[in-house]
């Protein structure tokens, strides 16, 4: 597939599911309702435990609200993956799509590039609307923000391939999704510091790649930390990233040559 080809089919997909939002833009103000109530929720929350709780030496506000709207920006771009898959099963144009001379991994990165696309600009709307309320000069690394934000999309990527991968091959992949995302939610760091949790579960958050991908927002967002300090995460995130995006890739391959041929695709 040629560079200019690539082009063409993105640029058609973003036209489609530009159009379909503006179609139903309703759900753009019911999402910018529920992020208005979730930061109220979180204002209001650390005012009432005080300034003296600065987990990581971060005042509680922006902890909050880094932890819960980058979680939410990697977990919504993970579900469209799943999303997209488990839509093309139940319209029936699955098996078509395949057909294609697209090949399955292309085509399911760039039907998931518009709600990564989406979930970027309410990510930097909520935080941007957070920080304004917290009203504090901050000083961000803003190059190590991107670097941050780009190994983080990357390890994103993997586990939605993976979601997609699960939803083939038994055909209950949300639910899955839904258990292992609460249960990363919890040991992350979203809402309090990992350091609290019992030992070992701070030893299984150390292995799942959002935790360091929080930390290492946090610090480059909040704290204006130089590469020097941000070293040990950016190198955990590179990690991941190379060992995740070609198993996740492996796996799809995998799960749709099995559906394939037991004849279950268009299965959900």
Same mark, same amino acid.
């Given at each position: ?17 530009? /159009? ?8 753009? /103000? ?49 579900? !469209? ?65 991107? !670097? ?20 083939? !091959? ?30 070992? /579960? ?17 610090? !480059? ?48």
């Amino acid at each position: 597939m040629n560079l200019f080809g690539l082009l063409d089919k993105t640029l058609a997909i973003v036209r489609r599911d530009l /159009l379909t939002a503006i179609r139903y833009r309703t759900g753009f /103000l019911i999402n910018g309702a529920g992020a208005a109530a979730e930061l109220a929720a979180f204002y209001y929350l650390a005012h009432a435990i005080g300034p003296s709780f600065r987990p990581e030496g971060i005042a509680y506000f922006p902890f909050l609200l880094v932890g819960t709207g980058f979680y939410t920006f990697l977990v919504t771009g993970i579900n !469209a993956f799943l999303m997209i898959v488990q839509e093309a099963q139940q319209t029936g144009t699955l098996e078509v799509l395949l057909t294609t001379s697209t090949p399955a991994p292309v085509l399911l990165f760039l039907s998931a590039l518009s709600a990564f696309a989406g979930s970027t600009v309410q990510f930097l709307l909520y935080i941007g609307v957070g920080l304004w309320l917290y009203d504090s000069p901050f000083h961000p690394n803003l190059v190590a923000c991107v !670097a941050v934000f780009l190994l983080s999309l990357i390890i994103a990527i993997a586990f939605g391939v993976l979601a997609a991968a699960l939803q083939l !091959a038994i055909q209950k992949g949300s639910a899955l999704v839904w258990l292992v995302g609460s249960g990363a939610w919890f040991m992350t760091g979203t809402l309090f510091p990992v350091s609290t949790l019992p030992e070992p /579960l701070w030893k299984i958050g150390q292995w799942i790649p959002i935790t360091h991908a929080l930390t290492a927002m946090r610090m !480059a967002l909040l704290q204006g930390a130089s590469f020097g300090e941000l070293r040990r995460e950016l190198m955990l995130l590179a990690l991941f990233c190379a060992v995740l995006l070609p198993f996740s890739l492996w796996i799809f391959s995998f799960a749709l040559q099995h559906a394939r041929r037991a004849g279950t695709l268009s299965f959900y």
